[in-house]
């Protein structure tokens, strides 16, 4: 058994490596895709020294794969990624300040929307083809409909400036969490409610439930320990899906919220066709998505008994 | 039975409104949607003359609206056009041909889906210049991945069936019967596929717009008002809840003739997890 588990973790690491070099990659030719000189993009003020001086730092006059690795080895060796067109600030600062704050309002969102997903998921599945069921199953489907940048402004009117409960916005104590994260955690939500519920729905069908009916297990007994047990590795797998839905969320809900995090800058970063700014941010990105996406793989893996042999 | 007529009933009846919106704009509303004409009347709430409203420069809401769904649905097409042609193409190739193709095609599109779709669409909204067409072929390039692997999945799996292994038998080419034998039996997951990647679009295009990087602030586009009229919600809040009802309205469209069209065809349980 660990045998297996050494060679996929293995596995697994070499195909992280393959992906973020890759990534990095289409990172650095990005701004080369860029009609126009490389010098220029990545300057705020180009005067003809600092064209020259950026030129020979990034390689300009070398072949693209020398090019590439002079700048995988700034970026990486010394976070070096330039400074911002637009406020002529350390790139590298700036990804400091902001990292942090997305990962908090991500991680609050993610438990947010797996309770309330599970919770309606398994809510809709015990009263399938009732109207509780139809009541939760248009909630979810409205969930997924929702413009999250909408859902924030209209959330913003009615809980901080009509009724001042809360904060509208900006980085703060936990009561500037509240409103951001609710809103960010709804197509999540929305979306692990649909996939708990087939799953569920799915299981009960099942002969081991049959068999717990049979010995005697009370309702509650049989959906939360039998049922969403068996459905927990759809569910697992689905916290993967639901963190690119989170950070895909973050860049509006940050903007609308002013939340000081990567996704309201790399917004507007692109915006400002700030290429510094955007190549550090998609960089940092990539490495928080790629590093879920493996611990969700190792935890599914570790879950599932069909995949140890 | 009667639960999928009324899921499609329900979809198909909200996107008429959608099309018959975008198609009688101009018809319903005597003036254009950028013309100030009521600029004594800025802010002025709903009233009969203006249903919605007037906005702070004094344009007509409701004439705004109207010619919006004709900017959004266009966007939503030609980008779920782009999606749908090219991930089709793409991944009835792979699963087809296997082989290194394949090997290269579903990687990159499973490196591409761990991204979400907006952040994508960012990336390409860099090197595109910022106008209508470019939300469009950003939003299809960014939700093309989704509909590659579904296709590819179902490519794969149709192949080693026996009405596939019939037509080889007869000496047919494996192209001819990609393209006659199991395109045809594809057709309900690409429909399928095709009003996901609508409702997905809408979204993300409207997204994009709420960012500001639409470009063109002539054509009045849903996202693009709520993004202008963030600033004055709070005087007249009917100017921010009627584009974003309008959104959720299409995508809530799309979305029910998604689920209705899945319950209808058994094997559209591939689209399931989509």
Known sequence: ???????????????????????????????????????????????????????????????????????????????????????????????????????????????????????????????????????????????????????????????????????????????????????????????????????????????FIRTAQAKGATERAILYRHALRAALVPIVTMVGVEFAYLLGGAVLTETVFAWPGIGRYVATAVLARDYPAIQGALLVLVAMVMTVNFAVDVAHHALDPKLRR | MKRRNLLLGIGSSMLAVVILAAAFAGVVSTHGPTEQLYRDLALAPPSWAHSIGVDGVG?????????????????????????????????????????????????????????????????ALTILTPSAASVAIAVGISSL??????????????????????????????????????????????????????????????????????GQPDIPEWGMMLREEQGTFRVAPWLCIAPGLAITWTVLAFNLLSDGLRQRRRWARLAESA
């Open chain 2, 145 to 214: 991945p989704t509909v590659m692997r579904q296709v590819r999945a179902a490519f794969a799996s149709e192949g080693a069936k026996e009405y596939v292994l019939a037509a080889r038998a007869t000496g047919a080419g494996r192209w001819r019967i990609a393209a006659l034998e199991i395109l045809p039996n594809c057709a309900g997951l690409i429909l399928v596929l095709t009003t996901l990647t609508l409702g997905g679009a809408v979204l993300e295009a409207a997204g994009l717009a709420f960012l500001g990087l639409s």
């Open chain 1, 1 to 207: 058994m660990f045998g297996a588990m050494r060679a996929f973790l293995l596995r697994r690491i070499g195909s992280l490596v393959v992906a973020l070099f890759v990534a990095s990659v289409a990172v650095f030719l990005l701004v080369r895709a860029v009609p126009g000189d490389p010098a220029r993009l990545l300057l705020k003020n180009p005067t003809p020294e600092r064209i020259a001086a950026i030129r020979a730092r990034l390689g300009l006059d070398q072949s693209l794969p020398t090019q590439y690795w002079l700048w995988l080895k700034n970026a990486l060796g010394h976070g070096r990624f330039g400074e911002s067109i637009v406020t002529g600030r350390d790139v590298k600062e700036d990804l400091a300040r902001t990292w942090p704050a997305t990962i908090e309002l991500s991680i609050v969102a993610l438990v947010v929307a797996t309770l309330a997903g599970v919770w309606l998921g398994v809510f809709c599945a015990r009263h399938a083809g009732t109207w509780k069921d139809a009541l939760g199953t248009t909630v979810s489907l409205v969930g997924l409909s929702v413009p999250v940048f909408w859902l924030g402004l209209l959330a913003m009117l009615l809980f901080s400036l009509e009724l001042g409960w809360l904060p509208a916005g900006e980085r703060g104590g936990l009561d500037h969490l509240v409103l951001p994260a609710l809103v960010l955690a709804t197509i999540p939500a929305a979306f692990v409610a649909r996939v708990t519920r087939s799953a569920v729905l799915e299981t009960l069908g099942k002969d």
């Open chain 2, 59 to 123: 344009r007509d809401v409701l004439t705004r609206i109207l010619y919006g769904a004709r900017a959004t649905l266009g966007i939503a097409f030609s980008a779920t056009a782009i999606a749908v042609l090219g991930g089709v193409a793409l991944g009835a190739a792979a699963g087809v041909r296997r082989g290194w193709f394949d090997a290269i095609v579903s990687h990159a599109t499973d490196f591409l889906l761990a991204f979400p779709s907006i952040l994508l669409g960012l990336v």
